[in-house]
């Protein structure tokens, strides 16, 4: 009697050891990943670490492949997509995590400014920025986004662009060539194209960008509020901005600019990562994350 009664105590307690542990595993493998922004301070760490990422150059190619592997890690489908615009061959990474048309595009610049035309010192104006708020955050913002964004989120490409960053300087002229080149070529119509480009700035301050569309802007603004980030996403318009969502909103498609243009190392060869704030990354990053959350119930 003794041992028949321990016997089936026995099968009680595996009974409820794997009821535990099935509900235990289920339950760590739907809990969302948090927006890790120490990750992303690394890849803006990584990126400058391989020298500016001017087209062209050993180190564009490199933060490519850098971008390639670290995607496909977290199970995206990466292409590169080649691009001839007003004469330059431009390299945009297009990933995407099936066949489904977008309803979301998040893109980012990755290219480094050929000249540091901003710097106070003459003889360095006509070196290459080493870009790691003004190319690298936006990249790692995007990537760090592509970790944690769930499988079943809604459809999503992410986009990291080439040739942003060239406008003015002779044999380039205009800025956003690689978005450009992108949209010439796209046919569908997402209902949302966000793109991120300087959020790395200790004294962040996200203005609302004139041209952006404005029921974006109220949703991923009210996104901020909500977790607290007002003081970051103002709530206030001021500057009119050619950036890679101006190619978007001519083409008709929805689009809105997350960018920090007040950055005083703009264009300089002062933007380096001790200048970019793990901080800052988190508040744009964890808010894209809330807010596109909030769009696969739509």
Known sequence: MTKRI??????????????????????????PQLFNAQRAYQDVVYQVSLGPRTPGSEAHDKAIEYFRSELQKANWEVEVQI???????????????????????????????????KDPDPQKQLEPVPGANDGASGAAVLLELGRVLPSN???????LFDGEDQGSIPGW?????????????????????????????????????????????????????????????????????MDDHVPFLEAGIPAVDIIDIEYRYWHTSYDTPDHVSPFSLGVAGSTLQVWLGQQKEK
């Open 83 to 117: 691009v001839e615009v007003n004469g330059q061959t431009l390299k945009n990474v297009i990933a995407r995590r099936s066949d489904v048309p977008p309803q979301v595009i998040l893109g980012a610049h990755y290219d480094s400014r050929l000249m540091a035309d």
């Open 173 to 241: 002229e205009e800025w956003s060539l690689g978005a450009r080149g992108f949209v010439d070529t796209f046919t569908l119509k997402p209902r949302a194209v966000v793109i991120v480009d300087m959020v790395g700035d200790y004294n962040l301050s996200i203005l609302k960008e004139k041209q952006s569309n404005q029921r974006l802007v109220n949703e991923i603004w009210q996104v901020a509020a909500n977790l607290g980030y007002g003081e970051y996403f103002l709530d206030k318009q001021k500057y009119t901005i």
């Open 6 to 31: 321990l016997l089936t105590l026995g099968v009680i307690a595996l009974i409820l050891g794997g009821l535990y542990l099935w509900r235990y595993s289920r339950l760590h493998r739907t809990r």
């Open 153 to 159: 989120s809604v459809p999503v490409w992410i986009v």
